[in-house]
């Protein structure tokens, strides 16, 4: 499958959601008045796009509209122009580095965050790159075992502590380990955590304290996991995160298992920060790099 199939499919309910409403309120009404303008605001806003942006798409609109009228107008077209007008710009990926890469992947429980670990150093295996992956989620029953099986299900070295091990210790150990292996990246699975939760975000400024004491700029990258099918609730996520810890950008995943997809475009309005990689279904390859232009035509295919 190809990388616009894997959007296209991906966003599938969202666009189904978004484009079947477009086009019954537009194919119904023969005119654009007041009462069609306002269903179709309807429609982005529950796409999750956000005011912002809605307010943009039905300014372009209505402007569109008085300039030519109805015919020709489409609606849809309009939104993916200013959609993609707002990703302009925006870096996605990795920065290449010549030595050792430390992503640390941080967020509330439930979000994916060891999945993404692991779905991260498969992408680099796959380029033929060298990973390392750091269980420093020690309080969470499971989460230790679940990477441990990535990693022999990938071919990729796991660094574990045992259940309730100081995670910074665990962290520690990590770069040592991925410096002996002279490995391209590690990445740090970290316990999901509320930003509210003093504590435990005391714990996570000391884990990536310990390893930029040990690793000069590490962690050089800091990525928030959110779970698109919270919709607007991960925007909240993101803003609040983004005030306690030095975010360097999103990965967004589940958005296969939502029709609110528009979220992802919501949130970069707001916070201008960078949508890295993007969660389109469960398997291994299903972790892509975001490309806005892939993005905004799955989106709003016709």
């Not at 309120?25 to 809605?54: F, N, Q, Y």
Request: aromatic share 4%; net charge negative; hydrophobic share 45%.
């Amino acid at each position: 499958m190809g990388l616009f199939d894997k959007f296209k499919a991906g966003l599938q309910r969202t666009k189904e959601k978004l484009s079947h409403e477009i086009n019954r309120i537009v194919t119904r009404s023969p005119k654009l008045d007041a009462e069609a303008l306002e269903e179709i605001e309807g429609a982005l806003i529950s796409a999750d796009l956000g005011m912002a942006m809605t307010r943009r798409i039905m300014e372009a609109v209505k402007l569109e509209y008085e300039s030519q009228g109805r015919d020709g107008l489409d609606v849809s077209e309009i939104a993916r122009q200013e959609v993609a007008a707002s990703f302009d710009g925006m870096a996605c990926g990795f920065e290449e580095r010549e030595n050792l890469t430390v992503v640390s992947l941080v967020g509330v429980n439930g979000t994916g965050k060891t999945t993404t670990a692991a779905k991260l150093a498969h992408r680099v295996r796959a380029a033929d790159g060298t990973a390392v992956l750091a269980a420093c989620d020690t309080f969470r029953a499971a989460a230790v075992e679940q990477i441990k099986e990535w990693g022999e299900r990938l071919d990729v070295p796991v660094v574990a502590g045992s259940y309730g091990a100081d995670p910074a210790a665990v962290g520690h150990d990590a770069i040592t380990a991925a410096h002996a292996r002279s490995a391209d990246f590690l990445f740090i699975d970290t316990a999901g955590r509320l930003h509210t939760k003093n504590n435990l975000m005391k714990e996570l400024e000391k884990l990536h304290r310990v390893i930029g004491n040990q690793l000069n700029g590490a962690p050089h990258e800091v990525l928030l996991v959110l779970d698109a099918t919270t919709g607007m609730n991960a925007l909240n996520q993101a803003r609040e995160f983004h005030k306690a810890v030095p975010l360097t950008g999103l990965v967004i995943t589940k958005l296969d298992g939502t029709s609110k997809g528009g979220m992802v475009v919501a949130i970069h309005d707001e916070l201008k920060m960078p949508i890295k990689f993007i969660g389109l279904g469960e398997q291994a390859d299903d972790l892509q790099p975001f490309d806005a232009v892939q993005f905004t035509e799955a989106l709003f295919a016709k």
